[in-house]
């Protein structure tokens, strides 16, 4: 079992920047790939950027060049760093893991809103 938590989300205007944390814990070792999704309200739940345990990072085109994902030395954190955001980049935020025997984990989601 992987328990995932999220934070750093809140209210920024357009053009800022905001830093999105995901801490993992429980059985870590396992972890392979981490990833952010994200869900606007009334839409489904998008993909945004994934990073791999060998440090390969993708990205979906609406938000590439802005927004960099990054794991941390220990491994069990993963961040998504958030600039020039834009308001249709507003939603909740999720962090993703799976796992080298095929388990899939999610976190609760933090709230990101771009708004003047």
């Known amino acids: 079992q992987v328990q995932l938590v999220e934070s750093g989300g809140g209210l920024v205007q357009p053009g800022g920047s905001l830093r999105l944390s995901c801490a993992a814990s429980g059985s870590i070792f396992r972890i392979n790939v981490m990833a952010w999704y994200r869900q606007a309200p009334g839409k489904q739940r998008e993909w945004v950027a994934t990073?791999?345990?060998?440090?390969?990072?993708n990205y979906a085109d609406s938000v590439k060049g802005r927004l960099t994902i990054s794991r941390g030395n220990a491994k069990n954190m993963v961040f998504l760093q958030m600039n020039s955001l834009k308001p249709e980049d507003t939603a909740v935020y999720y962090c993703?893991?799976?796992?080298?025997?095929?388990?899939?984990?999610w976190g609760q989601g933090t709230q990101v809103t771009v708004s003047s």
């Open positions: 993703k893991v799976n796992t080298v025997n095929g388990g899939i984990y």
């Open positions: 990073i791999t345990s060998g440090g390969s990072t």
